[in-house]
């Protein structure tokens, strides 16, 4: 006859396996959702080629098999709380930890409060200024993040890691300790914490817009993408769109023309991009 022990030692070891059998199910649908993280590629489908773009924002999920069960069920504490959408009676988003992975610059979670209003983002770069107009209205949690890591210096001094020539056309940053050179871990650093996707219904990538990277839905953390092409056809709604370019266009063509460190068109552009610093005005 089992004792009481023996049942508490067999649901114990039940939620362990469960726990085990999520973070693995996270982790194969982050490499299946991988847009601009880790690689490009082509899906056929009936009457012609996609392009399928995944662009990670740095949730690695792997994990290793010695995890303890104190830990697991750290992680799965951690990972279970999902981040909430804007709320407008109370002007406040859902920000949570990210789950353990990649390698994170963590800064602390930005304040639920946010403004809500549209933002000017300055950026300066070794090759000149860019400028965007943040859709702080359409993408209120979004601008929020990146107003808190700004005031937190997250991104001054990083590089932008990657660049895109084929089949899209890109330029990633937003990676804190890419070293824009391909090493393994470029694409993977986040700040510790991730937050809804916003402004998807009707999203459209054309020449100049500003989204967020993410390796599947909820996941978006530091890493974001330029769009220097069009790519209103080849991207589906699945980034969040929260600006576009209003100076500096000229710069983000000229890393594009320079080209990608790679033959496949996808890789650290030849032209290094670093941001200086980045610095975010308007109404508050």
């Known amino acids: 006859m089992a004792t009481g022990k023996d049942r508490q030692r067999v649901l114990a070891r039940e939620h362990y396996e469960r726990q085990m059998k999520k973070r693995a199910e996270r982790a194969a649908r982050a490499r299946r959702n991988t847009v601009i993280g880790s690689s490009v590629g082509v899906?056929?489908?009936?009457?012609?080629?996609?392009?399928?773009?995944?662009?990670?924002?740095?949730?690695?999920?792997?994990?290793?098999?010695q995890a303890s069960p104190a830990?697991?069920?750290?992680?799965?504490?951690?990972?279970?709380?999902?981040?909430?959408?804007?709320?407008?009676?109370?002007g406040t988003?859902?920000?949570?930890?990210?789950?353990?992975?990649?390698?994170?610059?963590?800064?602390?979670?930005?304040?639920?409060?946010?403004?809500?209003q549209p933002k000017t983002m300055t950026v300066q770069t070794n090759l000149g200024?860019?400028?965007?107009?943040?859709?702080?209205d359409k993408a209120p949690c979004t601008v929020g993040s990146f107003e808190f890591l700004a005031s937190k210096k997250y991104f001054d001094n990083t590089v932008c890691h990657r660049l895109t020539t084929q089949?899209?056309?890109?330029?990633?940053?937003?990676?804190?300790?890419?070293?824009?050179?391909?090493?393994?871990?470029?694409g993977q650093g986040n700040p510790g914490y991730r937050f809804v996707d916003e402004n998807l219904q009707g999203a459209e990538y054309g020449r100049g817009v500003l989204a967020m990277a993410?390796?599947?839905?909820?996941?978006?953390?530091?890493?974001?993408?330029?769009?220097?092409?069009?790519?209103?056809?080849?991207?589906?709604?699945?980034?969040?769109?929260?600006?576009?370019v209003t100076k500096g266009m000229e710069i983000v063509d000229k890393v594009a023309k320079a080209g990608v460190e790679s033959k496949t068109g996808d890789g650290p552009p030849k032209e290094r991009v670093e941001l200086k610093s980045v610095t975010i005005s308007g109404k508050s």
């Open 93 to 116: 988003c859902g920000y949570v930890a990210a789950p353990e992975g990649g390698t994170s610059k963590n800064v602390g979670l930005p304040p639920a409060k946010v403004s809500a």
């Open 167 to 186: 089949g899209i056309k890109v330029l990633q940053c937003g990676d804190p300790q890419a070293s824009g050179k391909g090493g393994p871990t470029d």
């Open 214 to 244: 993410n390796s599947g839905p909820g996941t978006n953390g530091s890493q974001f993408f330029i769009v220097y092409g069009d790519e209103t056809k080849s991207l589906p709604p699945q980034y969040t769109p929260f600006g576009t």
């Open 43 to 65: 899906v056929v489908v009936i009457g012609g080629v996609v392009a399928a773009f995944a662009l990670i924002g740095g949730q690695n999920d792997s994990t290793s098999a």
């Open 129 to 136: 200024t860019i400028e965007f107009a943040l859709a702080g």
């Open 71 to 90: 830990a697991s069920d750290n992680a799965s504490e951690q990972s279970a709380a999902e981040p909430t959408a804007y709320d407008k009676n109370s």
